[in-house]
């Protein structure tokens, strides 16, 4: 807990007076109610320029000469795109050096800066592990280093001094072969410890020719109690056949801006959107973030609920204190639907194991001690 040094530094003063501890409860809540769920972030696009340069500098890399300096680089990596598939590029630079060894060191510094700098108190982490696996290897090889990969994550995730709990999603992939695809949804029923769900990745407008297979990969995470959520109607997407398979939505901003009357189904699955706002001026989709207002608005009359994301904090070079203000400093929506979102998040996270957010967990418990 981020009050512990506090709370532990002297702890007879925390008993001394019932109003003493009153006092101390409303500072907790107060640091509390800054604990935020991020249900939707890539392994690949959350890694933040300057860490990526400091890396490839270490490492040597060819990539670095690219570029004369840092701020050319940095220019070129956080840039908005045209298109989805233009900005999906971007995450290939990442993936090829994020390889079993540079894993740790890039998660240590995800986690760190997710505590430190956005509060976070619950992270879903999500990748294709196939492609952080060994390209010289043949595909059989490759997947059976996946486990490998996903341990590493794991592990490196899990830090006492940035105590974030976390688990991933493993993204299915609309470029990968069957045979990958049905091995990513084997590992995610081998390791629950680690992995909370399966996704699907790769740019929604390439699901189309390939869609009965994914609708059996669907069928089978499902088979298997395996969660799912899937990228879908966030450029173009349309395909209501995959809802039916799905806990959350990736996105899913077209639904109410272009097919609103998939809405009321939406909100009978209890399926909760996405919502990632800067990633949508990134690649083009969106000119303005107060085009959300209609999404939110929309969702809301509905009965959908919304968490809102990052998707990629890195490329997107935000981190999700920001996009809530953004949203309000917009006016997309005011401060009362930033918390049901925030309550959502919580409500809908895949491993959380509470009924509420941090903050009212904490707050019922320390009252009932107080009394
Ligand atoms: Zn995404």
């Excluded at 956080?78 to 995450?91: A, C, G, I, Q, V």
């Amino acid at each position: 807990m981020k009050f512990g040094f506090w709370y532990c530094k002297d702890p007879d003063k925390f008993k001394r007076t019932r109003q003493n501890r009153e006092q101390i409860i409303r500072i907790i809540e107060e640091v509390l109610v800054a604990l935020y769920a991020e249900l939707h972030r890539h392994l690949g696009g959350s890694v933040v320029p300057r860490i990526l340069w400091r890396y490839l500098e270490r490492s040597e890399s060819d990539l670095i000469e690219r570029f004369s300096n840092y701020p050319e680089f940095e220019d070129f990596y956080t840039r908005p795109r045209n298109t989805l598939d233009e900005y999906l590029e971007l995450h290939t630079i990442v993936e090829g050096v994020q390889t079993a060894e540079a894993l740790p060191y890039f998660i240590y510094r995800l986690m760190r800066g997710a505590y430190i700098f956005e509060n976070l108190a619950y992270l879903e982490l999500r990748y294709t592990p196939y492609l952080r696996t060994n390209p010289n290897l043949d595909q059989s090889r490759r997947i059976e280093q996946m486990t490998e990969i996903a341990q590493i994550v794991g592990r490196s995730s899990r830090l006492k001094e940035y105590p974030i709990v976390s688990s991933q999603i493993l993204c299915m992939h609309s470029k990968l072969p069957y045979e990958v695809n049905r091995a990513i949804v084997d590992l995610a029923a081998q390791m629950p410890e680690n992995i909370c769900a399966i996704d699907l990745a790769g740019g929604d407008a390439y699901y189309g020719e390939r869609m009965e297979e994914f609708i059996e990969l669907f069928e089978y995470a499902r088979s298997l109690n395996i969660k799912a959520t899937c990228h879908l109607y966030e450029t173009e997407g349309h395909y209501p056949e995959l809802l039916p398979f799905l806990n959350r939505i990736g996105h899913g901003i077209q639904i109410p801006l272009r097919y609103p009357h998939l809405l009321k189904e939406v909100a009978q699955r209890k399926q909760c959107l996405e919502v990632c706002p800067t990633t949508y001026l990134k690649t083009g989709t969106l000119q303005e973030i107060r085009q959300l207002k209609q999404v939110f608005d929309q969702c809301f009359d509905a009965g959908v609920d919304i968490a809102i994301c990052t998707d990629n904090a890195g490329l997107n070079d935000v981190r999700l204190p920001f996009e809530y203000e953004t949203l309000l400093t917009q006016d997309v929506i005011g401060f009362e639907e930033l918390q049901a979102c925030q309550d959502a998040a919580f409500r809908h996270a895949f491993a959380w194991q509470y009924a509420q957010r941090p903050a009212s967990l904490l707050d019922r418990l320390l009252k009932s001690e107080a009394s």
